[in-house]
Antibody
């Protein structure tokens, strides 16, 4: 059974980079036909899918247009985890961030526990 | 982007009664090649991540009580709880995974009357 353990700072200064990690157990980050996603949730924006990475003979990424110029999602095969980097953050990026696993379909079967990230000086 | 609109925004139902939540997508999420609706329902309780209840619009996730059911096709979908239990108090979300960016409804808050 897939389990996801998130880690990362809860406070980021404006204009800096938000960095989070999602450690995976019960599956390999480089498994074929699965995807690893980042999603955030805030009162103002609701649930917002940010992007995903997946392996299908090579690595692919898809990103939401709203963050495409600022986001990087990377797999780390040596540690079996994935990371999220969001550059040039503003207070609007304040949210609970989740990593999520898509297995049998592109729905989000398993979610991490969430990390509350506040952007403030 | 596909816009997902849920109704109502909030709902109060008596214990043991039926609860119905609707979800409408701005375009069809039915994939004609496999006749599957790329629509999922989640339940979220305070302080927890969303939990997958139903996928392919009507397939119940393992371990989900059978009082939860999903129906609909194309652009109009329904989540029904046949007999509301106290533990069903939560916010419910629909989401399409037909195409990226994957998008969610705004949520329906379900309470006990």
């Amino acid at each position: 059974q897939v389990q996801l353990q998130q880690s990362g700072p809860g406070l980021v200064q404006p204009s800096q980079t938000l960095s989070l990690t999602c450690a995976i157990s019960g599956a390999s980050v480089s498994s074929n036909s699965v995807a690893w996603n980042w999603i955030r949730q805030s009162p103002s924006r609701g649930l917002e899918w940010l992007g995903r990475t997946y392996y299908k003979s090579k690595w692919y990424n898809d990103y939401a247009v709203s963050v495409k110029s600022r986001i990087t999602i990377n797999p780390d095969t040596s540690k079996n985890q994935l990371s999220l980097q969001l550059n040039a953050v503003t207070p609007e990026d304040t949210a609970v961030y989740y990593c999520a696993f898509s297995g049998r379909s592109d729905a989000f079967d398993v979610w991490g526990h969430g990390t509350m990230v506040t952007v403030s000086s | 982007d596909i816009v997902m609109t849920q109704s109502p925004d909030s709902l109060a139902v008596s214990l043991g009664e039926r609860a119905t939540i609707n979800c409408k997508s701005s375009q069809s999420v039915l994939y004609s090649s496999n006749n599957k609706n790329y629509l999922v329902w989640y339940q979220q309780k305070p302080g927890q991540p969303p939990k997958l209840l139903i996928y392919w619009a009507s397939t119940r996730e393992s371990g989900v009580p059978d009082r939860f059911s999903g129906s609909g096709s194309g652009t109009d979908f329904t989540l029904t709880i046949s007999s509301l239990q106290a533990e069903d108090v939560a916010v419910y979300y629909c989401q399409q995974y037909y195409t990226t960016p994957y998008t969610f409804g705004q949520g329906t808050k379900l309470e006990i009357k």
